[in-house]
């Protein structure tokens, strides 16, 4: 027992410290999410009022729970944190409601739960904007069905394409939460969705679910009619200064592309000074390319890490000096045609080495 106490106590302390290098507070859900007791995608569903309290999503039974609460308690004391408690709350079509953590837990381990423990480091005009932001409800989302339903309130069909709102996992159509009245914007215009955001006392944001990427999308938000029209005459009135500086921005994207090219180049040479200064250049151009997803464009890349550089110019020599390419043209599995060629990339790599 005392072992199995210290082993939880170990992995306690290490999702929450995991969580403080990411971020100036740590709650108690952090802190199971990071021990595997908890899903992130259990956390939002519970967030949005699908689920009616969170305790039966937790892979962890009571006493086990209480000990991890206790453990993470006594932790952030000895770190110097300090608590701050904030309400979780919840969407629902009449506002935001407060969230419950299980329908048997006494108000201690509720309290327990809306503990946050903040750095010590946090003013305290910060630790109230934090204590604020912890207690706002997520925005309302409502859902582009891509089948049928029925709303579970009046009983109206829901053809394809139709808006649903959930709410205790039932489907209700928009003229029974209240939505009706809002207008849809669809998403693309940046400008003028944050402007009718701002604008509007109640706002839905709308999603999709993908098949062929298995997750909700978001397609646009529900907006008041007002607030549309106020943020468009705005978006028509400033809409040659907000081109300009579009302008303005893309080059300015440019320039620091162009210096990243080169340095890239440059260090590409450094870490191969047998490489022809041309093939590198090309190399970097390539690995750099903006939403290109590639090694370049990572976090690795853009601080110029040897190991991201190396693995640039690895899938560089691979694509342009092997027949890797063909063999993948003739059907030749991904892993099978890597083997093919890593003799030809090894001596490739091995002469642009030498000095």
């Not at 394409?161 to 009706?180: K, N």
């Not at 590409?268 to 903006?290: G, N, Q």
């Not at 890490?305 to 043209?329: G, K, N, W």
Request: proline share 5%; glycine share 6%; hydrophobic share 40%.
């Amino acid at each position: 027992m005392a072992r199995n106490s210290g082993d939880l106590k170990l992995r306690v302390a290490r999702a929450a410290e995991a969580v403080l290098s990411r971020q100036p507070y740590v709650s108690p859900i952090d802190v199971f999410c990071g021990i595997g007791w908890l899903a992130s995608t259990q956390v939002d569903a519970w967030r949005r009022g699908r689920m009616d309290s969170l305790a039966p999503a937790i892979q962890a039974g009571p006493a086990k729970i209480g000990a991890a609460l206790s453990i993470f308690g006594e932790w952030a004391k000895e770190k110097g944190l300090h608590p701050s408690e904030a309400q979780y709350m919840r969407p629902t079509r009449s506002g935001a409601t407060p969230l419950i953590f299980s329908d048997a837990a006494d108000s201690l381990t509720e309290k327990s739960f809306r503990t946050h423990y903040v750095s010590p480091g946090l003013t305290e005009p910060k630790r109230k904007n934090l204590e604020d932001k912890l207690a706002r409800a997520p925005q309302p989302v409502v859902f582009e069905i891509v089948r049928e339903s029925q709303c579970a309130e009046c009983g109206a069909e829901l053809p394809r394409g139709s808006f649903l709102f959930m709410e205790a996992d039932q489907p209700l159509c928009l003229y029974c939460t209240g939505f009706a009245e809002l207008e849809y914007l669809p998403a693309g215009d940046v400008a003028l969705t944050r402007r009718a955001g701002k604008y509007s006392a109640r706002t839905a944001v709308v999603v999709r679910f993908s098949r062929s990427r298995g997750r909700y999308e978001r397609q646009g938000l529900l907006v008041e009619a007002a607030a549309l029209e106020k943020a468009e005459r705005e978006c028509v009135d400033d809409f040659e200064q907000r081109a300009a500086a579009r302008i303005r921005a893309a080059g300015q994207r440019r320039e620091q592309d162009r210096g990243m090219v080169a340095e890239m180049a440059t260090q590409i040479v450094k870490l191969f000074p047998a490489c022809p200064p041309a093939e590198a250049s090309a190399i970097a151009e390539h690995t750099a390319v903006r939403g290109s997803g590639r090694v370049g464009r990572t976090a690795a890349g853009r601080a110029m890490e040897s190991s991201a550089l190396t693995a640039a110019v690895i899938a560089a020599v691979r694509h342009r000096h092997t027949a890797y390419d063909q063999l993948l043209a003739r059907q030749t599995p991904r892993e099978v045609a890597r083997k093919q060629v890593a003799a030809t990339i090894d001596q490739i790599l091995t002469a642009w080495r030498k000095e």
